[in-house]
């Protein structure tokens, strides 16, 4: 967004920050802390919007997040829990907690894995898989109205460069040869 003149970006809460910082310590650059603010509050901002949206659904982020992990493993739509634990980067025992609410709610099935006796086969149900259907479809809309002020090359270079500090911090895709390396340090 461009001030009325068109030439200048309008400041945001963190270029106020920043010269708090310059005018109190100008002996340091902030400039780090304006990227990652930034990061954090447009985090905080669009879990927000994410939040609301899936509350109109009857759903919260993590149940959108198991439900839509499911379904795009593609059918039978089942992984087991260590695949979701996985996936999500929350603890076995959150997991156990999120897996018996969805089943509760008749959204997943839960049942031990005949191949493997110690492993939990969780399964999406035809009920959760049309909710989440229905769900990923308003999901895509609200983010591409939250990124609406952003041309699609803008949307491509920040996901580049948002990629490019993600892996630079160890967040690689699952099956990344980089992710067992790490986890033999």
Do not use: C
């Amino acid at each position: 967004m461009r001030d009325s003149g068109g030439d200048r970006p309008v400041k945001d809460n963190v270029d106020w920050r920043l010269n708090q910082w310059r005018t109190e310590r100008p002996d340091i650059d902030p400039a780090p802390m304006g990227v990652v603010a930034r990061i954090q509050r447009a985090s905080r901002l669009l879990e927000r919007e994410l939040r609301a949206n899936f509350a109109a659904h009857d759903l919260q982020l993590w149940e959108f997040d198991v439900l839509g992990t499911l379904r795009r493993s593609g059918p039978p739509y089942q992984l087991t829990a260590g695949q979701l634990v996985e996936s999500a980067m929350v603890t076995s025992g959150a997991i156990t907690n999120r897996i018996d609410r969805l089943a509760a709610r008749g959204l997943v099935t839960r049942e031990v894995d005949p191949s493997n006796r110690r492993s939990v086969l969780i399964t999406l149900t035809e009920r959760g898989r049309e909710l989440i259907d229905e769900v990923v479809v308003a999901h895509v809309d609200l983010e591409a109205k939250l990124l609406n002020e952003l041309s699609g090359g803008d949307q491509e270079q920040l996901a580049d460069l948002l990629r490019k500090l993600l892996t630079s911090l160890g967040d690689y895709s699952p099956g990344n040869p980089l992710n067992e390396a790490e986890t033999d340090l």
